[in-house]
């Protein structure tokens, strides 16, 4: 039971470059989420799914696009990417359909350097 | 809008001693609180979490934390810091009207010999 598992661990891109953060769970959880951590700023929700199907703009969602490819997988994308966007990306995942009730469990992050 | 404070963005312990960590929120209805702990380059792994009942909640790791309606705050405390607590605490309140949760900027614990 590896929880939520994270790919890239580190990451590099120049400005207008593309990528793909990938996400899976194996926790047979519903609701999926992807948040950023910035410096003195906590973590701030991007996008979340909360079920298989279904996605939904978070807080900064801009610049950013998501895929729930099916129930244990979540992507973020970021299809130019500029130095704003260099942080510590987060999944999570909870067990509850809709309203988040539960715990959210984490993954290890991916860390995003923009230059 | 929903929103949660901590007013300490650092503090610097002794081993051995006592800690409190300082939460405040926002929130328009009966909150579920939670508390996390991130260790250097890690996620962030849960301590404890409020969701109704008894306003003294215990955790893991020794931590509890303690709901004051009135006061509108989640204080995380531990009775004697050991030094594998230096590590950075979250505390987070939710369900906005996103469905997330909302964390607040995060306190640094320092922990000296």
């Known amino acids: 039971n590896a929880g939520v598992t994270q790919t890239p661990k580190f990451q590099v891109l120049k400005t207008g470059q593309s990528m793909t953060l990938q996400c899976a769970q194996d926790?047979?959880?519903?609701?999926m989420y992807w948040y950023r951590q910035d410096p003195g700023m906590g973590l701030r929700l991007i996008y979340y799914?909360?079920?298989?199907?279904?996605?939904d703009k978070g807080e900064v969602p801009n610049g950013y696009n998501v895929s729930r490819l099916n129930k244990r997988e979540f992507s973020l994308r970021l299809e130019s990417a500029a130095p704003s966007q260099t942080s510590v990306y987060f999944c999570?995942?909870?067990?509850?359909?809709?309203?988040?009730?539960?715990?959210?469990?984490f993954g290890p992050g991916t860390r995003l350097t923009v230059t | 809008a929903q929103s949660v404070t901590q007013p300490d963005i650092h503090i610097t312990v002794s081993e051995g001693a006592s800690l409190e960590l300082r939460c405040n929120y926002s929130?328009?209805?009966?909150?579920?609180l939670f508390w996390y702990v991130q260790s250097p380059g890690q996620g962030l792994q849960l301590l404890l979490k409020?969701?109704?009942?008894?306003?003294l909640v215990q955790g893991i790791k020794g931590f509890e934390a303690e709901f004051k309606r009135s006061q509108s705050s989640f204080n995380l405390r531990k009775p004697s810091v050991h030094w594998s607590d230096a590590a950075e605490y979250f505390c987070?309140?939710?369900?906005?009207?996103?469905?997330?949760?909302?964390f607040g900027a995060g306190t640094r614990l320092t922990v000296k010999p």
């Open positions: 799914s909360a079920s298989e199907g279904t996605t």
């Open positions: 999570a995942s909870s067990g509850r359909e809709g309203r988040m009730s539960y715990e959210q469990y």
């Open positions: 987070a309140v939710g369900p906005n009207n996103n469905n997330d949760m909302r």
């Open positions: 409020y969701f109704s009942g008894d306003t």
């Open positions: 926790m047979n959880h519903n609701s």
């Open positions: 929130y328009g209805a009966t909150p579920y």
